[in-house]
Protein backbone atom coordinates (compact mmCIF):
# COMPACT_ATOMS: atom_id res chain seq x y z
CA UNK A 1 0.00 0.00 0.00
CA UNK A 2 0.92 3.52 -0.60
CA UNK A 3 -0.04 6.07 1.84
CA UNK A 4 0.81 9.20 1.12
CA UNK A 5 0.51 11.11 -2.34
CA UNK A 6 -0.78 14.71 -3.38
CA UNK A 7 -2.49 14.07 -6.88
CA UNK A 8 -1.77 10.78 -8.08
CA UNK A 9 -1.04 11.82 -11.67
CA UNK A 10 1.98 14.08 -10.61
CA UNK A 11 3.42 11.66 -7.91
CA UNK A 12 6.46 10.36 -10.08
CA UNK A 13 7.38 14.31 -11.12
CA UNK A 14 7.32 15.13 -7.57
CA UNK A 15 8.97 11.81 -6.45
CA UNK A 16 12.14 13.44 -8.82
CA UNK A 17 12.02 16.98 -7.78
CA UNK A 18 12.28 15.40 -4.04
CA UNK A 19 15.15 12.49 -4.92
CA UNK A 20 17.07 16.07 -6.96
CA UNK A 21 16.54 18.66 -3.82
CA UNK A 22 17.90 15.54 -1.19
CA UNK A 23 20.66 14.61 -3.56
CA UNK A 24 22.15 18.01 -5.20
CA UNK A 25 25.87 17.05 -5.13
CA UNK A 26 24.73 14.40 -6.88
CA UNK A 27 22.49 14.92 -9.55
CA UNK A 28 20.38 17.44 -11.94
CA UNK A 29 17.68 17.32 -13.20
CA UNK A 30 17.42 18.24 -16.67
CA UNK A 31 14.42 17.79 -19.22
CA UNK A 32 13.43 13.96 -19.38
CA UNK A 33 15.21 13.04 -16.03
CA UNK A 34 18.45 13.55 -14.34
CA UNK A 35 22.35 13.60 -15.18
CA UNK A 36 25.24 13.67 -13.05
CA UNK A 37 26.07 16.59 -10.96
CA UNK A 38 30.01 16.57 -11.11
CA UNK A 39 30.17 16.62 -14.88
CA UNK A 40 32.22 14.09 -16.82
CA UNK A 41 35.84 14.51 -19.08
CA UNK A 42 35.08 15.50 -22.28
CA UNK A 43 35.97 12.50 -24.87
CA UNK A 44 34.44 9.54 -22.26
CA UNK A 45 31.33 7.85 -23.62
CA UNK A 46 28.37 8.73 -21.61
CA UNK A 47 26.18 6.02 -20.00
CA UNK A 48 22.35 6.77 -19.77
CA UNK A 49 20.17 4.24 -18.17
CA UNK A 50 16.12 4.73 -18.02
CA UNK A 51 13.26 3.24 -17.47
CA UNK A 52 9.86 3.46 -15.63
CA UNK A 53 9.80 4.82 -11.95
CA UNK A 54 8.44 3.02 -9.27
CA UNK A 55 11.61 0.90 -9.14
CA UNK A 56 13.98 3.02 -6.40
CA UNK A 57 17.19 2.92 -6.75
CA UNK A 58 16.93 2.16 -9.96
CA UNK A 59 16.98 4.28 -12.11
CA UNK A 60 17.70 7.89 -10.52
CA UNK A 61 19.69 6.37 -6.99
CA UNK A 62 22.52 5.02 -10.16
CA UNK A 63 23.45 7.95 -11.88
CA UNK A 64 26.57 9.79 -10.10
CA UNK A 65 30.14 9.38 -10.66
CA UNK A 66 31.32 5.56 -11.46
CA UNK A 67 27.98 4.94 -12.35
CA UNK A 68 25.36 6.20 -15.12
CA UNK A 69 26.08 9.81 -16.75
CA UNK A 70 22.56 9.96 -16.81
CA UNK A 71 18.74 8.65 -16.35
CA UNK A 72 15.92 9.37 -18.56
CA UNK A 73 12.54 8.62 -16.19
CA UNK A 74 9.47 7.88 -17.01
CA UNK A 75 5.91 7.58 -15.52
CA UNK A 76 5.42 4.71 -12.82
CA UNK A 77 5.66 1.62 -14.52
CA UNK A 78 6.02 3.11 -17.66
CA UNK A 79 9.27 3.69 -20.28
CA UNK A 80 10.54 7.39 -20.88
CA UNK A 81 9.26 8.71 -24.13
CA UNK A 82 11.87 9.18 -26.52
CA UNK A 83 11.65 12.40 -26.47
CA UNK A 84 12.89 12.45 -22.64
CA UNK A 85 15.55 9.95 -23.85
CA UNK A 86 16.52 12.03 -26.70
CA UNK A 87 17.03 14.81 -24.09
CA UNK A 88 18.70 13.30 -21.38
CA UNK A 89 21.29 11.58 -24.18
CA UNK A 90 22.14 14.85 -25.60
CA UNK A 91 22.77 16.68 -21.91
CA UNK A 92 25.08 13.45 -20.92
CA UNK A 93 26.73 13.22 -24.29
CA UNK A 94 30.58 14.46 -23.47
CA UNK A 95 31.38 14.06 -27.76
CA UNK A 96 32.51 9.99 -27.55
CA UNK A 97 28.64 8.72 -27.94
CA UNK A 98 25.98 7.51 -25.60
CA UNK A 99 26.20 3.85 -24.45
CA UNK A 100 22.27 3.38 -23.67
CA UNK A 101 21.22 0.25 -21.13
CA UNK A 102 18.04 -0.98 -19.87
CA UNK A 103 15.48 -3.57 -18.76
CA UNK A 104 14.64 -5.50 -21.62
CA UNK A 105 10.83 -4.50 -21.87
CA UNK A 106 8.80 -3.74 -25.04
CA UNK A 107 7.89 0.26 -24.39
CA UNK A 108 11.64 1.26 -23.21
CA UNK A 109 13.19 -1.28 -26.22
CA UNK A 110 10.50 0.79 -28.45
CA UNK A 111 11.03 4.76 -26.90
CA UNK A 112 14.98 3.74 -26.43
CA UNK A 113 15.16 2.63 -30.32
CA UNK A 114 13.36 6.16 -31.43
CA UNK A 115 15.83 8.43 -29.43
CA UNK A 116 18.60 6.39 -30.94
CA UNK A 117 17.72 6.95 -34.45
CA UNK A 118 17.24 11.09 -33.74
CA UNK A 119 20.58 11.06 -31.51
CA UNK A 120 21.92 9.68 -35.13
CA UNK A 121 20.19 12.11 -37.42
CA UNK A 122 21.98 14.65 -34.60
CA UNK A 123 25.92 13.12 -35.52
CA UNK A 124 25.91 11.36 -31.96
CA UNK A 125 27.15 7.65 -32.29
CA UNK A 126 24.98 5.40 -29.58
CA UNK A 127 24.95 1.89 -29.18
CA UNK A 128 22.49 -0.11 -26.90
CA UNK A 129 22.29 -3.61 -24.80
CA UNK A 130 19.23 -4.13 -23.02
CA UNK A 131 19.26 -6.81 -20.17
CA UNK A 132 17.60 -9.46 -20.10
CA UNK A 133 18.80 -11.33 -17.12
CA UNK A 134 15.44 -13.02 -15.97
CA UNK A 135 15.62 -16.86 -16.33
CA UNK A 136 11.66 -17.23 -15.83
CA UNK A 137 10.86 -14.76 -18.79
CA UNK A 138 11.84 -17.07 -21.74
CA UNK A 139 13.08 -20.20 -22.62
CA UNK A 140 17.00 -20.25 -22.88
CA UNK A 141 16.79 -20.87 -26.47
CA UNK A 142 14.79 -17.46 -26.20
CA UNK A 143 17.43 -15.22 -24.24
CA UNK A 144 16.70 -12.13 -26.03
CA UNK A 145 13.16 -12.04 -25.31
CA UNK A 146 13.73 -12.26 -21.33
CA UNK A 147 12.73 -9.35 -19.30
CA UNK A 148 15.32 -6.84 -16.89
CA UNK A 149 15.22 -7.44 -13.29
CA UNK A 150 18.11 -6.77 -10.44
CA UNK A 151 20.39 -7.86 -12.78
CA UNK A 152 20.39 -4.52 -14.49
CA UNK A 153 23.10 -3.23 -11.82
CA UNK A 154 25.66 -5.67 -13.07
CA UNK A 155 25.47 -3.76 -16.96
CA UNK A 156 25.42 -0.57 -15.82
CA UNK A 157 28.25 -1.13 -13.53
CA UNK A 158 30.73 -2.77 -15.86
CA UNK A 159 29.82 -0.32 -18.78
CA UNK A 160 30.10 2.71 -16.79
CA UNK A 161 33.46 1.90 -15.12
CA UNK A 162 34.58 0.70 -19.23
CA UNK A 163 33.65 4.61 -19.88
CA UNK A 164 35.20 5.88 -16.55
CA UNK A 165 38.53 3.60 -17.78
CA UNK A 166 38.36 5.19 -21.15
CA UNK A 167 37.04 2.21 -23.47
CA UNK A 168 35.43 3.25 -27.02
CA UNK A 169 31.75 3.23 -27.85
CA UNK A 170 32.19 0.03 -28.91
CA UNK A 171 34.16 -1.27 -26.28
CA UNK A 172 31.64 -0.15 -24.16
CA UNK A 173 29.18 -2.24 -25.64
CA UNK A 174 31.06 -5.14 -25.79
CA UNK A 175 31.80 -5.34 -21.97
CA UNK A 176 28.31 -4.78 -21.02
CA UNK A 177 26.82 -7.47 -23.58
CA UNK A 178 29.64 -9.86 -22.29
CA UNK A 179 28.31 -8.54 -18.70
CA UNK A 180 24.54 -9.64 -19.69
CA UNK A 181 25.55 -12.64 -20.94
CA UNK A 182 27.02 -13.52 -17.63
CA UNK A 183 23.90 -12.15 -15.39
CA UNK A 184 20.93 -14.74 -14.61
CA UNK A 185 18.26 -13.85 -11.84
CA UNK A 186 15.39 -15.42 -10.83
CA UNK A 187 12.74 -13.99 -9.05
CA UNK A 188 9.91 -14.81 -6.29
CA UNK A 189 7.12 -12.97 -5.17
CA UNK A 190 4.38 -13.25 -1.77
CA UNK A 191 1.95 -9.79 -2.68
CA UNK A 192 2.00 -7.18 -5.51
CA UNK A 193 1.87 -3.58 -5.60
CA UNK A 194 -0.29 -0.98 -5.03
CA UNK A 195 0.19 2.11 -7.48
CA UNK A 196 -0.54 5.65 -5.33
CA UNK A 197 -4.46 6.58 -5.49
CA UNK A 198 -4.96 2.99 -7.40
CA UNK A 199 -7.82 1.40 -5.54
CA UNK A 200 -6.46 -2.42 -5.22
CA UNK A 201 -3.54 -3.36 -5.97
CA UNK A 202 -2.12 -4.37 -9.36
CA UNK A 203 -1.89 -8.15 -9.09
CA UNK A 204 -2.18 -10.75 -5.81
CA UNK A 205 -0.55 -13.29 -4.94
CA UNK A 206 -3.00 -15.76 -2.92
CA UNK A 207 -2.77 -15.60 0.46
CA UNK A 208 -0.25 -18.29 1.72
CA UNK A 209 1.08 -18.86 -1.57
CA UNK A 210 4.84 -17.61 -3.04
CA UNK A 211 4.77 -17.15 -6.83
CA UNK A 212 7.86 -18.20 -8.28
CA UNK A 213 9.23 -16.07 -11.41
CA UNK A 214 6.54 -13.33 -10.90
CA UNK A 215 8.03 -10.17 -13.01
CA UNK A 216 8.27 -6.90 -11.43
CA UNK A 217 5.03 -5.54 -13.21
CA UNK A 218 3.00 -8.05 -12.34
CA UNK A 219 4.01 -10.68 -15.55
CA UNK A 220 3.46 -14.29 -15.00
CA UNK A 221 5.81 -16.57 -13.70
CA UNK A 222 5.80 -20.07 -14.16
CA UNK A 223 4.42 -22.12 -10.61
CA UNK A 224 3.06 -21.09 -7.43
CA UNK A 225 4.04 -23.32 -4.30
CA UNK A 226 3.00 -23.04 -0.44
CA UNK A 227 5.80 -20.15 1.22
CA UNK A 228 8.65 -22.19 1.72
CA UNK A 229 11.04 -21.58 4.88
CA UNK A 230 14.38 -19.39 4.45
CA UNK A 231 16.25 -22.05 3.80
CA UNK A 232 14.36 -23.91 1.29
CA UNK A 233 13.62 -20.60 -0.86
CA UNK A 234 17.75 -20.25 -0.86
CA UNK A 235 17.52 -23.43 -1.97
CA UNK A 236 14.74 -22.92 -4.94
CA UNK A 237 16.79 -19.73 -6.23
CA UNK A 238 20.53 -21.31 -6.22
CA UNK A 239 19.16 -25.07 -7.46
CA UNK A 240 17.59 -23.21 -10.62
CA UNK A 241 20.44 -20.52 -11.46
CA UNK A 242 23.21 -23.28 -11.53
CA UNK A 243 20.63 -25.48 -13.77
CA UNK A 244 21.51 -22.67 -16.16
CA UNK A 245 24.73 -21.33 -15.90
CA UNK A 246 26.52 -19.19 -18.92
CA UNK A 247 28.18 -20.78 -21.55
CA UNK A 248 31.82 -22.08 -20.50
CA UNK A 249 31.16 -21.65 -16.98
CA UNK A 250 31.77 -24.30 -14.99
CA UNK A 251 30.53 -23.71 -11.61
CA UNK A 252 33.22 -25.04 -9.25
CA UNK A 253 35.91 -22.34 -8.79
CA UNK A 254 34.04 -19.75 -10.59
CA UNK A 255 34.13 -16.66 -9.46
CA UNK A 256 30.43 -14.84 -8.66
CA UNK A 257 28.93 -11.46 -7.34
CA UNK A 258 25.65 -12.71 -5.45
CA UNK A 259 23.41 -10.70 -5.41
CA UNK A 260 19.95 -10.70 -3.20
CA UNK A 261 17.45 -8.24 -3.84
CA UNK A 262 14.78 -6.96 -2.55
CA UNK A 263 11.68 -5.64 -3.66
CA UNK A 264 9.85 -3.38 -1.58
CA UNK A 265 8.27 -5.19 1.34
CA UNK A 266 10.63 -7.71 2.44
CA UNK A 267 13.28 -6.75 5.24
CA UNK A 268 16.54 -6.42 5.05
CA UNK A 269 16.64 -9.31 8.31
CA UNK A 270 14.69 -11.59 6.30
CA UNK A 271 17.16 -11.13 3.19
CA UNK A 272 19.98 -12.06 5.32
CA UNK A 273 18.36 -15.21 6.63
CA UNK A 274 17.80 -15.88 3.18
CA UNK A 275 21.36 -15.16 1.97
CA UNK A 276 22.95 -17.19 4.85
CA UNK A 277 22.15 -19.97 3.25
CA UNK A 278 22.57 -19.12 -0.35
CA UNK A 279 26.40 -18.32 0.66
CA UNK A 280 26.45 -21.93 2.52
CA UNK A 281 24.80 -23.50 -0.81
CA UNK A 282 27.62 -21.39 -2.97
CA UNK A 283 30.64 -22.41 -1.25
CA UNK A 284 29.44 -26.35 -1.24
CA UNK A 285 29.02 -26.13 -4.96
CA UNK A 286 32.65 -24.82 -4.82
CA UNK A 287 31.71 -21.28 -5.94
CA UNK A 288 34.05 -18.42 -4.91
CA UNK A 289 31.97 -15.82 -4.08
CA UNK A 290 33.06 -11.86 -4.59
CA UNK A 291 31.67 -8.41 -2.85
CA UNK A 292 28.13 -10.10 -1.84
CA UNK A 293 25.24 -7.39 -2.18
CA UNK A 294 22.26 -7.95 -0.01
CA UNK A 295 19.46 -5.05 0.01
CA UNK A 296 17.70 -3.20 -2.03
CA UNK A 297 18.58 -2.59 -6.15
CA UNK A 298 15.59 -2.90 -8.26
CA UNK A 299 12.34 -2.59 -6.33
CA UNK A 300 8.70 -2.23 -7.10
CA UNK A 301 7.16 -0.61 -5.70
CA UNK A 302 5.84 -1.96 -2.20
CA UNK A 303 5.75 -5.38 -3.79
CA UNK A 304 7.07 -8.37 -1.57
CA UNK A 305 9.40 -10.77 -3.15
CA UNK A 306 12.92 -11.19 -4.07
CA UNK A 307 15.47 -12.30 -6.63
CA UNK A 308 18.53 -13.62 -6.64
CA UNK A 309 21.00 -12.64 -8.94
CA UNK A 310 24.36 -14.64 -9.70
CA UNK A 311 26.96 -12.50 -12.12
CA UNK A 312 29.82 -14.90 -13.12
CA UNK A 313 32.88 -12.68 -13.65
CA UNK A 314 35.71 -13.24 -15.92
CA UNK A 315 39.03 -10.93 -15.37
CA UNK A 316 38.09 -8.00 -17.26
CA UNK A 317 34.71 -7.82 -15.79
CA UNK A 318 35.65 -8.30 -12.30
CA UNK A 319 38.60 -5.43 -12.24
CA UNK A 320 35.39 -3.15 -13.57
CA UNK A 321 33.20 -4.15 -11.62
CA UNK A 322 35.67 -3.06 -8.72
CA UNK A 323 36.21 0.42 -9.88
CA UNK A 324 34.86 3.10 -7.24
CA UNK A 325 30.87 4.52 -7.62
CA UNK A 326 29.48 7.37 -5.99
CA UNK A 327 25.73 7.74 -6.54
CA UNK A 328 22.93 8.57 -4.42
CA UNK A 329 21.96 5.30 -3.96
CA UNK A 330 24.57 3.22 -4.47
CA UNK A 331 28.15 3.55 -3.11
CA UNK A 332 31.79 1.40 -3.19
CA UNK A 333 35.25 2.21 -2.63
CA UNK A 334 36.64 5.60 -2.09
CA UNK A 335 36.52 8.86 -4.82
CA UNK A 336 38.53 12.21 -3.92
CA UNK A 337 35.57 15.03 -3.43
CA UNK A 338 34.88 16.97 -6.62
CA UNK A 339 32.71 20.33 -6.57
CA UNK A 340 29.37 20.34 -8.50
CA UNK A 341 29.15 22.48 -11.88
CA UNK A 342 27.38 25.40 -11.97
CA UNK A 343 23.52 25.06 -11.12
CA UNK A 344 22.67 25.32 -15.17
CA UNK A 345 25.46 23.62 -16.31
CA UNK A 346 24.48 19.63 -15.73
CA UNK A 347 26.46 17.74 -17.86
CA UNK A 348 25.63 19.73 -20.78
CA UNK A 349 27.00 20.12 -24.32
CA UNK A 350 26.75 24.10 -25.42
CA UNK A 351 24.08 23.36 -27.77
CA UNK A 352 22.28 20.74 -25.42
CA UNK A 353 18.56 22.00 -24.09
CA UNK A 354 19.13 24.21 -20.92
CA UNK A 355 17.97 22.83 -17.50
CA UNK A 356 14.02 23.16 -16.86
CA UNK A 357 11.90 20.88 -14.10
CA UNK A 358 9.53 19.56 -16.66
CA UNK A 359 10.18 17.65 -19.80
CA UNK A 360 8.98 18.66 -23.05
CA UNK A 361 8.56 17.48 -26.17
CA UNK A 362 10.34 19.45 -29.47
CA UNK A 363 9.31 22.00 -30.62
CA UNK A 364 6.87 23.47 -27.90
CA UNK A 365 8.70 26.80 -28.13
CA UNK A 366 9.05 26.90 -32.12
CA UNK A 367 6.63 29.74 -33.48
CA UNK A 368 3.57 28.33 -34.17
CA UNK A 369 2.94 28.44 -37.87
CA UNK A 370 -0.83 29.92 -38.60
CA UNK A 371 -3.59 28.27 -40.87
CA UNK A 372 -5.96 29.69 -43.25
CA UNK A 373 -9.60 30.37 -42.08
CA UNK A 374 -10.62 26.93 -43.65
CA UNK A 375 -7.94 24.61 -41.90
CA UNK A 376 -8.35 26.49 -38.90
CA UNK A 377 -12.13 25.92 -38.62
CA UNK A 378 -11.01 21.94 -39.35
CA UNK A 379 -8.34 22.60 -36.23
CA UNK A 380 -11.35 23.62 -34.01
CA UNK A 381 -12.67 20.08 -35.00
CA UNK A 382 -9.47 18.63 -34.31
CA UNK A 383 -9.60 20.41 -30.82
CA UNK A 384 -13.34 18.68 -30.14
CA UNK A 385 -11.73 15.79 -31.11
CA UNK A 386 -8.86 15.86 -28.53
CA UNK A 387 -11.60 17.20 -25.78
CA UNK A 388 -13.95 14.08 -26.77
CA UNK A 389 -10.93 11.51 -26.56
CA UNK A 390 -10.08 13.49 -23.14
CA UNK A 391 -13.68 12.55 -21.66
CA UNK A 392 -14.06 8.95 -23.10
CA UNK A 393 -10.46 8.43 -21.79
CA UNK A 394 -11.12 9.55 -17.89
CA UNK A 395 -14.67 7.39 -18.13
CA UNK A 396 -12.57 4.68 -18.79
CA UNK A 397 -9.28 5.27 -16.89
CA UNK A 398 -9.89 2.22 -14.26
CA UNK A 399 -11.35 -0.05 -16.53
CA UNK A 400 -8.56 0.60 -19.37
CA UNK A 401 -6.34 -0.19 -15.76
CA UNK A 402 -8.25 -2.86 -14.71
CA UNK A 403 -7.91 -5.13 -18.23
CA UNK A 404 -3.89 -4.31 -18.69
CA UNK A 405 -3.23 -5.95 -15.26
CA UNK A 406 -4.48 -9.30 -16.11
CA UNK A 407 -2.05 -9.55 -18.88
CA UNK A 408 0.42 -6.16 -18.71
CA UNK A 409 1.43 -3.39 -15.76
CA UNK A 410 -1.93 -1.97 -15.21
CA UNK A 411 -0.94 1.03 -16.14
CA UNK A 412 -2.62 1.86 -19.59
CA UNK A 413 -5.32 3.93 -18.23
CA UNK A 414 -3.34 6.07 -16.49
CA UNK A 415 -0.81 6.24 -19.53
CA UNK A 416 -3.42 7.11 -21.96
CA UNK A 417 -5.00 9.39 -19.42
CA UNK A 418 -2.08 11.33 -19.03
CA UNK A 419 -0.98 11.19 -23.00
CA UNK A 420 -4.78 12.54 -23.80
CA UNK A 421 -4.37 15.48 -21.38
CA UNK A 422 -1.06 16.50 -22.70
CA UNK A 423 -2.14 16.20 -26.09
CA UNK A 424 -5.47 18.53 -25.47
CA UNK A 425 -3.37 20.79 -23.74
CA UNK A 426 -0.68 20.82 -26.86
CA UNK A 427 -3.51 20.92 -29.17
CA UNK A 428 -5.58 23.80 -27.94
CA UNK A 429 -2.72 26.09 -27.06
CA UNK A 430 -1.74 25.89 -30.74
CA UNK A 431 -5.22 26.57 -31.50
CA UNK A 432 -5.75 29.38 -29.92
CA UNK A 433 -2.38 30.39 -31.40
CA UNK A 434 -4.08 30.31 -34.71
CA UNK A 435 -2.58 27.21 -35.71
CA UNK A 436 -3.54 24.63 -38.21
CA UNK A 437 -4.88 21.89 -38.56
CA UNK A 438 -2.23 19.85 -39.14
CA UNK A 439 -0.15 21.73 -36.53
CA UNK A 440 -2.50 21.63 -34.01
CA UNK A 441 -3.03 17.72 -34.07
CA UNK A 442 1.13 17.42 -34.86
CA UNK A 443 1.75 19.43 -31.47
CA UNK A 444 -0.65 16.94 -29.64
CA UNK A 445 0.63 13.70 -30.87
CA UNK A 446 4.40 15.15 -29.68
CA UNK A 447 3.00 16.11 -26.32
CA UNK A 448 0.78 12.74 -25.91
CA UNK A 449 4.18 10.32 -26.67
CA UNK A 450 6.22 12.44 -24.71
CA UNK A 451 3.84 13.14 -21.65
CA UNK A 452 2.32 9.08 -21.66
CA UNK A 453 5.59 7.06 -22.28
CA UNK A 454 4.92 3.56 -22.32
CA UNK A 455 4.18 1.40 -25.74
CA UNK A 456 0.88 2.69 -26.23
CA UNK A 457 2.05 6.80 -25.63
CA UNK A 458 4.61 6.18 -28.48
CA UNK A 459 2.59 4.37 -31.35
CA UNK A 460 -0.37 7.05 -30.33
CA UNK A 461 2.08 9.71 -31.24
CA UNK A 462 2.88 7.56 -34.30
CA UNK A 463 -0.65 7.80 -35.75
CA UNK A 464 -1.47 10.89 -34.76
CA UNK A 465 1.50 12.65 -36.87
CA UNK A 466 0.95 10.81 -39.54
CA UNK A 467 -2.92 11.52 -39.57
CA UNK A 468 -1.98 15.29 -38.82
CA UNK A 469 0.94 15.68 -41.70
CA UNK A 470 -2.34 14.53 -44.38
CA UNK A 471 -4.25 17.46 -42.72
CA UNK A 472 -2.23 20.42 -43.81
CA UNK A 473 -2.02 24.28 -42.65
CA UNK A 474 -4.63 25.45 -45.60
CA UNK A 475 -7.84 24.27 -46.93
CA UNK A 476 -9.66 21.28 -45.96
CA UNK A 477 -8.51 17.94 -46.07
CA UNK A 478 -10.69 15.66 -48.30
CA UNK A 479 -12.10 12.45 -46.76
CA UNK A 480 -9.56 10.68 -48.83
CA UNK A 481 -6.99 12.48 -47.43
CA UNK A 482 -7.90 11.31 -43.43
CA UNK A 483 -8.25 8.08 -44.80
CA UNK A 484 -4.83 7.94 -46.01
CA UNK A 485 -3.19 9.42 -43.00
CA UNK A 486 -4.75 6.62 -40.83
CA UNK A 487 -3.20 3.91 -43.34
CA UNK A 488 -0.10 6.11 -42.77
CA UNK A 489 -0.62 5.78 -38.84
CA UNK A 490 -0.83 2.32 -39.25
CA UNK A 491 1.75 1.63 -41.39
CA UNK A 492 4.04 3.71 -38.91
CA UNK A 493 3.06 1.92 -36.36
CA UNK A 494 3.89 -1.68 -37.94
CA UNK A 495 7.17 -0.31 -38.51
CA UNK A 496 8.08 1.04 -34.73
CA UNK A 497 6.06 -2.06 -33.51
CA UNK A 498 6.54 -4.49 -35.42
CA UNK A 499 3.58 -5.83 -34.47
CA UNK A 500 1.35 -8.41 -37.26
CA UNK A 501 -2.38 -8.64 -37.10
CA UNK A 502 -3.24 -11.06 -34.63
CA UNK A 503 -0.52 -10.65 -32.01
CA UNK A 504 -3.46 -8.48 -29.48
CA UNK A 505 -2.33 -5.78 -30.03
CA UNK A 506 -3.91 -2.58 -30.63
CA UNK A 507 -2.93 -3.26 -34.57
CA UNK A 508 -5.69 -5.69 -34.41
CA UNK A 509 -8.53 -2.76 -34.08
CA UNK A 510 -6.28 -0.09 -36.13
CA UNK A 511 -6.23 -2.57 -39.62
CA UNK A 512 -9.82 -2.78 -39.79
CA UNK A 513 -10.36 0.45 -38.53
CA UNK A 514 -8.49 1.69 -41.46
CA UNK A 515 -9.62 -0.77 -43.88
CA UNK A 516 -13.08 0.12 -43.42
CA UNK A 517 -12.40 3.24 -43.34
CA UNK A 518 -10.97 3.61 -47.27
CA UNK A 519 -13.40 1.47 -48.50
CA UNK A 520 -16.49 3.64 -47.21
CA UNK A 521 -14.64 6.60 -48.28
CA UNK A 522 -13.47 5.20 -51.58
CA UNK A 523 -17.55 4.73 -52.20
CA UNK A 524 -18.25 7.90 -51.46
CA UNK A 525 -19.48 8.17 -48.06
CA UNK A 526 -18.86 11.36 -45.90
CA UNK A 527 -16.19 11.42 -43.35
CA UNK A 528 -18.50 11.24 -40.46
CA UNK A 529 -20.37 7.90 -41.78
CA UNK A 530 -17.49 6.25 -42.93
CA UNK A 531 -15.35 6.74 -39.86
CA UNK A 532 -18.62 5.26 -37.69
CA UNK A 533 -18.59 2.51 -39.74
CA UNK A 534 -15.33 1.99 -39.52
CA UNK A 535 -15.45 2.12 -35.53
CA UNK A 536 -18.07 -0.38 -35.62
CA UNK A 537 -15.57 -2.55 -37.11
CA UNK A 538 -12.40 -1.68 -34.83
CA UNK A 539 -14.99 -2.04 -31.95
CA UNK A 540 -15.91 -5.48 -32.93
CA UNK A 541 -12.19 -6.12 -33.71
CA UNK A 542 -10.96 -5.26 -30.67
CA UNK A 543 -13.87 -7.17 -28.55
CA UNK A 544 -12.48 -10.36 -30.10
CA UNK A 545 -8.62 -10.27 -29.24
CA UNK A 546 -9.78 -11.31 -26.05
CA UNK A 547 -9.91 -14.88 -27.72
CA UNK A 548 -6.20 -14.18 -29.42
CA UNK A 549 -2.67 -15.31 -27.03
CA UNK A 550 -0.93 -12.40 -26.49
CA UNK A 551 2.83 -13.17 -28.76
CA UNK A 552 4.47 -8.75 -28.68
CA UNK A 553 4.62 -6.24 -25.93
CA UNK A 554 4.43 -7.45 -21.84
CA UNK A 555 1.49 -9.35 -21.86
CA UNK A 556 3.35 -11.88 -24.21
CA UNK A 557 4.74 -13.32 -21.42
CA UNK A 558 0.97 -13.58 -19.56
CA UNK A 559 0.49 -16.39 -22.17
CA UNK A 560 -2.48 -18.53 -21.71
CA UNK A 561 -3.51 -16.21 -18.96
CA UNK A 562 -4.63 -13.35 -20.42
CA UNK A 563 -7.23 -15.39 -23.23
CA UNK A 564 -10.34 -14.38 -22.62
CA UNK A 565 -9.96 -10.58 -21.80
CA UNK A 566 -9.30 -8.24 -24.68
CA UNK A 567 -6.08 -6.33 -25.70
CA UNK A 568 -6.28 -2.75 -23.45
CA UNK A 569 -4.57 -0.85 -26.50
CA UNK A 570 -7.25 -2.21 -29.04
CA UNK A 571 -10.24 -1.25 -26.66
CA UNK A 572 -8.78 2.03 -26.09
CA UNK A 573 -8.25 3.28 -29.83
CA UNK A 574 -11.68 1.37 -30.73
CA UNK A 575 -13.24 3.38 -27.80
CA UNK A 576 -11.72 6.87 -28.99
CA UNK A 577 -12.77 5.81 -32.63
CA UNK A 578 -16.25 5.38 -32.18
CA UNK A 579 -16.55 8.10 -29.84
CA UNK A 580 -14.60 10.53 -32.65
CA UNK A 581 -17.39 9.15 -35.14
CA UNK A 582 -20.26 10.24 -32.40
CA UNK A 583 -18.70 14.08 -32.56
CA UNK A 584 -18.09 14.19 -36.22
CA UNK A 585 -21.53 13.01 -36.51
CA UNK A 586 -22.36 15.53 -34.38
CA UNK A 587 -20.63 18.03 -35.95
CA UNK A 588 -22.24 20.64 -37.95
CA UNK A 589 -19.87 20.16 -40.56
CA UNK A 590 -19.14 16.42 -40.69
CA UNK A 591 -17.20 16.08 -44.01
P1 LIG B 1 3.10 -0.59 -21.82
O1 LIG B 1 2.95 -1.87 -22.63
O2 LIG B 1 4.41 0.07 -22.07
O3 LIG B 1 2.73 -0.75 -20.40
P2 LIG B 1 0.47 0.52 -22.30
O4 LIG B 1 0.01 -0.32 -21.18
O5 LIG B 1 0.06 1.94 -22.29
O6 LIG B 1 2.04 0.43 -22.48
O7 LIG B 1 -0.05 -0.08 -23.67
C1 LIG B 1 -0.22 -1.44 -23.85
C2 LIG B 1 -0.77 -1.65 -25.24
O8 LIG B 1 0.19 -1.30 -26.21
C3 LIG B 1 -1.11 -3.08 -25.54
O9 LIG B 1 -2.39 -3.40 -25.07
C4 LIG B 1 -1.02 -3.14 -27.05
O10 LIG B 1 -2.25 -2.80 -27.66
C5 LIG B 1 -0.05 -2.07 -27.38
N1 LIG B 1 1.21 -2.63 -27.83
C6 LIG B 1 2.18 -3.19 -27.10
N2 LIG B 1 3.21 -3.59 -27.88
C7 LIG B 1 2.85 -3.28 -29.15
C8 LIG B 1 3.46 -3.43 -30.44
N3 LIG B 1 4.65 -3.98 -30.57
N4 LIG B 1 2.79 -2.97 -31.51
C9 LIG B 1 1.57 -2.41 -31.40
N5 LIG B 1 0.95 -2.24 -30.21
C10 LIG B 1 1.58 -2.67 -29.12
MG1 LIG C 1 0.83 -1.27 -19.68
Known sequence: MT????????????????????????VRRVPGGIVRATGAPDGQVAVVIGGGSGHYPAFAGLVGRGLAHGAALGNLFASPSAQQIHAVARAADRGAGVFFTYGNYAGDVLNFDAA???LRGDGIDTATVAVTDDIFSAPPGERRRRRGIAGDLTVFRTAAAAAEAGYDLASVAAVAARANDRTRSIGVAFS???LPGAPSPLFSVPAGRMAVGLGIHGEPGIDETAIPTADELAALLVDRLLAELPEDVTAAGARVVPILNGLGSLTHEELFVVYRRIAQLLEAAGIVIVDPHVGEYCTSFDMAGGSLTLFWLDDELERLWGAPVDAPAYRRGALPAVTTLPAAAGLAAPDAAPATPAPSGPGTSAPI?????????????????????VRAIDENVDELGRIDAVAGDGDHGIGMQRGSHAALAAGAAAADAGAGARTVLARAADAWAD??????GALWGVILNAVAARLGDEGRPSAAAVADGVADGLRGVQVQGKAERGDKTLVDALIPFSLALQSAVADGLPLADAWRTAADDAARAAAETAELMPRLGRARTHGAHAVGTPDPGAISLALIATRVGDLLAGAPEGN
Do not use: K, Y
Not at 451 to 456: C, N, P, Q, Y
Open 192 to 194: GCA
Open 3 to 26: RLWNDPADFADEMIDGFVAANGAH
Open 369 to 389: LRGDAASQDVARTVRGALEEI
Open 116 to 118: QER
Open 451 to 456: RAGGTS
